[in-house]
């Protein structure tokens, strides 16, 4: 964990190594392909690769060498081009974008700079580089983008051009987990006002009262989802809000995105390579109103994002909330699946030393999960240090996700970090698991 009281020479090294983790994943994700791969549009729901790269430089350099360092700009022409607020995802192929030769160079360049920035910066003095604040924001910002890759990776056509080991098989006391597990009522401490590197809508830490509740233990798997598909769930209107019976007639809807059915079997594509659909993994690829109509359907319901935390982080022995649901050291292999050490989600019931206190499994890792609630400012919201990274997607049209997938690096992932989407979105890397109310049976 970076922390205010570690030395700062220590502080200055954990700072350099993970935005030199976040450099190599990066690389990682473009050396696999050429350049004419780079430069495609794989889809239009994402940018080209070489779009991502830039960007990942621009803010860089925008951020730690000019509002940090206040160093002349390295590419000024660049900012407008790389403003993914500017130009929506669907027009960046028209831009003139940097060619991968000149992207790889000026990312390097910038990162080159940086590397002496932080050198040479006393990490203390403003809310910008306390506890290097800035520099965790942006290792932030690259590892968020690696994982906006990997998808577009998964959406690109052609052979598989990534690899990595399967997660570990589920412990042997995997098969004998209950169900649901009970989260005691009463308050406890939503988000943070002490994490340094925490995002602002993370912000502050403020006090919820969340009554009593049943939550799944583990995620919802493809074995439990394919009971929902052979059951008519797609067919049958009443389990759907209307906005996604809309989406399930539109685009004829009928399985989780890159499923399809072969000589009666059940098939996935992952990254480039076909499978039988693993079913003891968690259901993946699905969008928020798949996942609403499929509790409608079990009788149960999305948790609140409120719900969520409060089964992640609070120990109900001492009346803590914790960083992550073991408590508050960083993960290892142990802990979670994450930072793309497999390209898959593990088996539900894996990872034991991840449990919560109150026997909740995977709220971290493996799969993003839905929840029933609206991404919203928390009491005493400030937007730091710029309105467009929370605030101008504060409302009604966004579905908070928690917990973050496989394909997120753990300095983007605690139990406080919030991300957010449209309830459409279905190229994501979410699952869900339900909940009920304690004071009523299973309906």
Request: aromatic fraction near 10%.
């Amino acid at each position: 964990m970076i922390a205010l009281e570690l030395d700062p020479e220590v502080l200055r090294e954990r700072t350099a190594a993970v935005l030199l983790t976040a450099r190599r994943r990066t690389q990682a994700l473009i050396d696999c392909v050429d350049d004419g791969e780079l430069m495609a549009q794989h889809s239009p729901l994402m940018s080209p690769l070489v779009w991502d790269l830039a960007h990942i430089g621009n803010q860089e350099e925008q951020w730690l060498l000019r509002a940090v360092a206040g160093r002349e700009a390295v590419r000024p022409d660049l900012d407008s081009i790389y403003d993914a607020f500017e130009h929506p995802r669907v027009e960046r192929p028209r831009l003139p974008l940097l060619p991968p030769a000149e992207a790889r160079g000026y990312v390097s360049e910038v990162r080159s700079r940086v590397l002496d920035v932080l050198e040479g910066t006393p990490l203390t003095g403003s809310p910008l580089v306390d506890a290097g604040f800035a520099f965790g924001m942006v290792a932030q910002h690259e590892q968020q983008h690696d994982e906006t890759m990997l998808i577009t990776h998964q959406l690109r056509s052609g052979p598989a051009v990534l690899a990595a080991p399967a997660p570990p098989p589920a412990p042997a006391d995997a098969a004998g987990l209950p169900s649901e597990v009970l989260i005691v009522s009463g308050e406890f401490i939503m988000g943070t006002s002490t994490d340094v590197w925490a995002l602002d809508n993370e912000r502050p830490a403020h006090r919820r009262s969340v009554p009593a509740f049943h939550l799944d233990t583990v995620p919802v798997s493809n074995r439990a989802y394919l009971e929902f598909i052979e059951d008519g769930g797609y067919r049958v209107q009443r389990w759907w809000a209307p906005e996604g019976w809309a989406q399930v007639r539109e685009h004829g809807l009928a399985a989780p995105l890159f499923w399809f059915r072969e000589g009666g079997e059940w098939l996935c594509r992952r990254f480039g390579r076909v499978e039988p659909v693993p079913l003891d993994e968690p259901v993946l690829h699905v969008s928020w109103y798949e996942a609403d109509a499929y509790a409608r359907w079990a009788g149960r319901r999305l948790p609140t994002e409120a719900e969520w935390e409060k089964a992640a982080r609070y120990d109900p022995a001492t009346g803590r909330s914790l960083r992550y649901p073991w408590g508050d050291e960083d993960p290892t292999r142990e802990h979670a699946n994450l930072g793309q050490r497999h390209l898959r989600p593990g088996p539900v019931g894996g990872y034991p030393s991840g449990e919560s206190p109150s026997g909740v499994r995977q709220l971290i890792g493996d799969v993003w999960e839905w929840t029933a609630s609206d991404f919203l400012p928390y009491p005493g919201f400030a937007a730091f240090p710029y309105r467009e990274y929370s605030e101008v997607f504060f409302g009604g049209r966004y579905k908070v996700l928690r917990g973050g997938s496989f394909a997120v690096d753990q300095v983007a992932c605690r139990g406080t970090f919030r991300n957010w989407d449209l309830p459409i979105r279905r190229q994501i890397f979410a699952g869900f698991r339900t909940a009920r109310d304690a004071d009523r049976g299973e309906g």
